[in-house]
């Protein structure tokens, strides 16, 4: 029997083979969450002018050498409504917030600074001594027309619209949404809202990774449920040859109604590795079958906990790499530990935990991988490196964030 291979080689031989697949562009209002493509490259500058950044009196600071002194108030500038003059010797221009400052007005004098004085409020008095270039934000102070206002890759989030949405970009290039086909498996398996017959179970698999692939930018094509027949499996297999990747879930162990592997063996098919120094999730198979050995198989475990984990694991990293990321391991962050551990075996360990405000992750009693629902529970996966020591209670340890 082959040795089991370490997690970080198995998610290494997943990623090297994968790449970033096509360039779309979208609205930008479809945008949030995709992968930038392509640098971001600002068409205005921002602001747009010199404007200014309260409400009070655009003047010129020489013409205040001592309070209280009284200013001509020539006219006003409001946002969206710029005052086209030029401001002279002893004059001030009334201006609000957002307002372009005019041409000859090198501050600003907030109103709570000012008195306003004369027929109509034609004069102000300025009460209290200005500083210059106050109050002003400057042309371009933001960021200037042909800057790079985001390199690519990059995973957009709503603050990054908003900046996008200033830059005035309305089309955004992005990474195409990778399409994976989520195949369940067994005779056992029924869909949820179908009837559950004698020795039968929900699939927790099918619309729990199909989940995971939206949430990770994809786009998950349920394939349904494949019998454990081998000329149903092969069926199905082909119906995923125009997609990105097939993932399924169940078939991958060593029973006798374990039959993925063997439906999957063919001229076209190319096994990667198939078990992994891991828990849970030892089962997993990776490699690639169909014309030109083109389309990667992730060949999961049926228990819904290990799938789950390996999906985290695996199909995030393989997910990301198509749409132009890394497909780096996910990110461990020091937590404490809550609960003493045993020493670990030689496989590597995931364990649900539940994380408090303060960063002590305890981990839960019961690991079984059948259990979808402390996975559901779980904040974060605590990370034992093979042969580890037992450790106690307050220790630190590596966890993967769930959220």
């Known amino acids: 029997m082959p040795p089991l291979i370490p997690v970080a080689d198995a998610r290494r031989m997943i990623v090297d ?25 600002a068409a205005v500058s921002h602001p747009p002018a010199d404007v200014s950044a309260m409400d009070g009196y655009a003047i010129r600071f020489e013409d ?7 200013l001509e108030v020539v006219g006003e500038s409001g946002a969206g409504h710029p005052w086209s003059g030029t401001l002279g010797i002893g004059q001030a221009l009334r201006i609000f917030t957002g307002a372009h400052v005019p041409a000859g007005a090198n501050t ?11 027929t109509n409020g034609n004069q102000v008095v300025i009460v209290e001594m200005p500083q210059p270039a106050r109050h002003i934000r400057r042309m371009g102070q933001d960021f200037r027309k042909g800057d790079v206002g985001l390199q690519a890759p ?12 200033a830059m005035n970009i309305a089309r955004v290039p992005v990474a195409r ?11 056992e398996i029924v869909m949820p809202g179908e009837s559950v017959g004698h020795g039968q179970i929900v699939s927790a698999n099918g619309p729990g990774l199909s989940a995971f692939i939206e949430q990770q930018g994809g786009e998950a094509i349920h394939l349904g449920v494949a019998r454990d027949e081998l000329e149903a499996l092969r069926a199905a297999i082909a119906r995923a040859e125009p997609l990105d990747m097939l993932v399924t879930s169940g078939g991958v162990s060593v029973g ?8 999957l063996q063919s001229d076209d098919f190319r ?9 849970p999730g030892k089962p997993l198979l990776f490699g690639r079958v169909g014309k030109n050995q083109k389309l990667p198989v992730m060949g999961l475990p049926g228990n819904p906990a290990s799938a789950m984990v390996c999906a985290v694991l695996f199909l995030g990293p393989a997910l990301a790499r198509m749409q132009g990321l890394t497909g780096d391991a996910p990110r461990t962050i020091p937590a404490r530990l809550g609960a003493d551990l045993k020493e670990n075996d030689s496989r590597e360990d995931y364990l649900r935990a539940a994380l408090s405000a303060d960063f002590v992750a305890t981990p839960f009693s019961k690991q079984d991988s059948g259990m979808i629902s402390s996975f559901a529970r779980a904040d974060c996966l605590i990370v034992r490196p093979p042969n580890a020591p037992a450790i106690l209670a307050g220790a630190s340890v590596p966890v993967i964030l769930l959220q």
């Open 17 to 41: 083979g994968l790449g970033l697949l096509d360039i779309e562009h979208v609205p930008l209002s479809k945008a949030l969450h995709r992968v930038l493509a392509a640098d971001a490259v």
């Open 64 to 70: 205040v050498p001592t309070v209280p002194l009284t």
């Open 108 to 118: 600003i004098v907030m109103q709570e600074n000012t008195k306003a004085h004369g």
């Open 154 to 165: 990059r995973r957009l989030t709503a603050r990054d619209i908003g900046l996008l949405a």
């Open 177 to 187: 949404r990778p399409r994976i086909g989520v195949l369940s498996t067994g005779d």
């Open 256 to 263: 006798e109604h374990d039959l993925m592997r063997k439906a």
């Open 271 to 279: 096994l990667a590795f198939h078990k992994i120094a891991m828990r």
